[in-house]
């Protein structure tokens, strides 16, 4: 739907702000959280962890971009994680391996 991605391009935006909230995108797309929830759960997900794996992703390109000798727990202030064991365990869940273990394999094999 329209409001959906809607949503989804202002979650690209704010996906840096570590305060991105449901309510803060309801705002800006003009709809309830309530609506918000339910335009997410249509497509199998919930909004909370639409934006976790986009910022997943983003950390992940990060660490793979050669020039990346930036800290671990930089990227991941830089995607609008504030804590840096919960990006650790979430990004492990995520591609089965440590942000460190990720980047080196990634300049290894590049």
């Known amino acids: 739907s329209l409001m959906l991605q809607k949503a989804k391009v202002c979650i690209e935006k704010e996906l840096i702000n570590n305060a991105l909230s449901p309510s803060m995108i309801a705002d800006q797309v003009g709809t309830s959280v309530r609506n918000l ?18 910022r997943l992703e983003q950390c992940a390109d990060d660490l793979k971009n050669e020039g990346a ?4 727990s930089s990227v991941a202030y830089n995607w609008g994680f504030s804590d840096v064991s919960h990006f650790s365990r979430s990004f492990k869940a995520r591609f089965g391996m440590s942000p460190r273990e990720f980047r080196m394999r990634k300049t290894t094999y590049s």
Do not use: M, N, P, Q
């Open 37 to 54: 929830h339910r335009l997410f759960a249509s497509c199998d997900t919930t909004i909370g962890r639409y934006i976790l794996e986009r």
């Open 69 to 72: 000798h930036e800290k671990v």
